[in-house]
């Protein structure tokens, strides 16, 4: 056997171990990819398993909450260059069905931590080809059986295999009845189109976008990304309830008394503080009560009675330490983010570590990437559909490879159709330095003057959100209607809004001046 075949054997060797550390059960191969990567089977155990951790465990869920926050704690900006595009991806924004999915604040939490438990999204979109409205909905991972892919390309995946049970209700009563049916890859767009696939219908009309996470490239399926670190917790609340217990066992006898009389002696001290409130099971029928809390000891000469010291006690909480640093690098963050904050010294809410801003810039980049392959997909439809809200802004253009259809929008050349995705600061900048860099970069150091860097509504977005203002779309709006932009020749509106926000900005240089020199 060659390098290459070795290298595959001790691969399978491997990913065999780990299935098998999962509950220690046997797995069946589903698929020729399964022997190079985790079975489907394996797969959904591990998934069952990082979603009851984020339930059950606080420090996964401290893990993945934390990384949630920082990517949408802020929310997000979309802002199309074009305001009748901008129409459309308000429209498909604010449609009540698409927030439940995808664009409400709750539903992008929740969609980052099924991203992070799961490893695999599955967007479904449903399209009205009349009216161009596209809705968005969400399969769950665990009804995803089968991907086909491209037999040439396994990194083209054609369809997706759902297996799901679907429960009907009648006068009758209920019944559950199991369902199947392939949906084809958004990107897959064939000349030729079957109905069914191995005896399952193929949902043509509702095509699936497969967002993935873990793993590696060549893999069919993501994995979850707290996989690596639920050993690790599992230890460290292993380890905390071991400590309790001991700690519970040194609290057994919380006093140590002394007395004189041997065995006499004894029994008559046992006398004196024993009770006989366990054995009657209640108050009732207590006949030498225990002393109250606060209570004072007599005793004779010889006689003494002192705690037990537990400060001594040979196993610290502390010395887990080690355990939870193990969880603290699967997830990329600082341990004090996992609340010891004394051992940090940086105000994080001001200052973040360079590798973990890079970790949360990288996810807001995934999800920007996520939000625009959406939106464009909107926009196709909106011009392709019949009676399409941007049908004449632009023309489909068609190519024919392969077998397959590709399509892609022509605009006018009039009409920029780029839309924007963009995330505030991770962390919260010194809002006087952030301001006064955009006031020196709109008048280079010419206080009253636009030096032209920039146009007025870049300008008044970068210093709202500079300020964290809410709803900094709708305030731009109100300042631009329309996006309308002022042009190279005045006019009475130009001069006006121009006028306005150069006196704001005098303004504001002059009270940043008058307070540097007051430092």
């Known amino acids: 056997m060659g390098d290459e075949g070795e290298a595959w054997a001790v691969m399978e060797s491997r990913i065999a171990e780990l299935e098998g550390l999962l509950a220690g059960g046997d797995w069946r191969l589903l698929s020729m990819q399964a022997e190079q990567?985790?079975?489907?089977?394996?797969?959904?155990?591990?998934?069952?398993?990082?979603?009851?951790?984020?339930?059950?465990?606080?420090?996964?869920?401290r893990g993945v909450d934390v990384k949630r926050f920082y990517v949408w704690g802020h929310g997000v900006s979309v802002k199309a260059a074009d305001?009748?595009?901008?129409?459309?991806?308000?429209?498909?924004?604010?449609?009540k069905k698409n927030r439940v999915t995808l664009t409400s604040h709750q539903a992008r939490m929740n969609a980052e931590v099924e991203l992070e438990t799961d490893g695999n999204l599955f967007f479904v979109w449903f399209v009205n080809q009349t009216t161009g409205r596209v809705r968005v909905r969400t399969i769950p991972f665990g009804e995803i059986a089968e991907v086909v892919s491209n037999p040439e390309d396994g990194r083209e995946p054609w369809y997706y295999l759902r297996r799901w049970t679907e429960r009907r209700g009648s006068a009758a009563g209920r019944e559950s009845v199991g369902r199947s049916a392939w949906y084809p890859d958004w990107n897959y767009n064939p000349v030729n189109k079957p109905a069914e696939l191995d005896g399952h219908p193929i949902r043509w009309e509702t095509p699936i976008f497969h967002v993935r996470v873990g793993g590696f490239s060549d893999w069919t399926f993501g994995i979850s990304e707290i996989y690596d670190s639920i050993d690790w917790a599992m230890a460290y609340k292993e380890f905390l309830e071991d400590w309790a217990s001991i700690v519970r066992a040194y609290r057994r006898f919380a006093f140590q008394l002394t007395t004189p009389g041997g065995r006499r002696g004894i029994a008559a001290a046992k006398t004196k503080l024993g009770t006989t409130y366990g054995n009657a099971g209640g108050s009732e029928g207590e006949t030498n009560p225990p002393p109250l809390v606060g209570s004072t000891f007599i005793g004779g000469e010889g006689t003494s009675l002192t705690p037990v010291r537990t400060s001594g006690a040979t196993v610290s909480a502390e010395d887990g330490r080690r355990l939870l640093l193990m969880v603290a690098a699967s997830f990329g963050l600082p341990e004090t983010f996992f609340g010891d904050v004394s051992v940090g010294t940086l105000a994080t809410a001001k200052s973040l570590d360079r590798p973990t801003e890079?970790?949360?810039?990288?996810?807001?980049?995934?999800?920007?990437?996520?939000?625009?392959?959406?939106y464009q997909f909107v926009l196709l439809?909106?011009?392709?559909?019949?009676?399409?809200?941007l049908r004449g802004l632009g023309r489909i253009e068609r190519t024919v490879?392969?077998?397959?259809?590709?399509?892609r929008v022509m605009w006018n050349d009039d009409i920029d159709a780029g839309v924007a995705v963009t995330f505030p600061p991770l962390v919260e900048d010194d809002v006087k330095e952030r301001v006064e860099a955009i006031v020196s970069a709109a008048t280079l150091g010419q206080a009253g003057t636009l030096a032209g860097t920039m146009d007025l509504p870049t300008l008044a977005r970068m210093l709202l959100l500079a300020l964290g203002v809410d709803d900094v779309d709708e305030i731009i709006e109100r300042l631009f209607p329309d996006g309308e932009v002022p042009e190279a020749e005045p006019t009475p509106e130009r001069t006006q809004a121009e006028a306005a926000m150069i006196e704001a900005l005098r303004e504001l240089r002059d009270v940043l001046s008058r307070e540097a020199a007051d430092e």
Request: hydrophobic fraction near 40%; include cysteine; charged fraction near 30%.
């Open 358 to 374: 890079l970790a949360m810039t990288d996810r807001q980049t995934l999800w920007a990437d996520v939000l625009g392959e959406i």
């Open 37 to 61: 990567e985790f079975s489907r089977e394996g797969l959904r155990q591990i998934t069952d398993m990082a979603r009851v951790m984020y339930l059950k465990n606080p420090i996964i869920q």
């Open 401 to 407: 490879e392969d077998g397959c259809i590709e399509e």
């Open 381 to 389: 439809w909106a011009v392709k559909a019949s009676n399409g809200p």
């Open 83 to 95: 305001a009748e595009v901008g129409e459309v991806i308000s429209a498909f924004e604010d449609d």
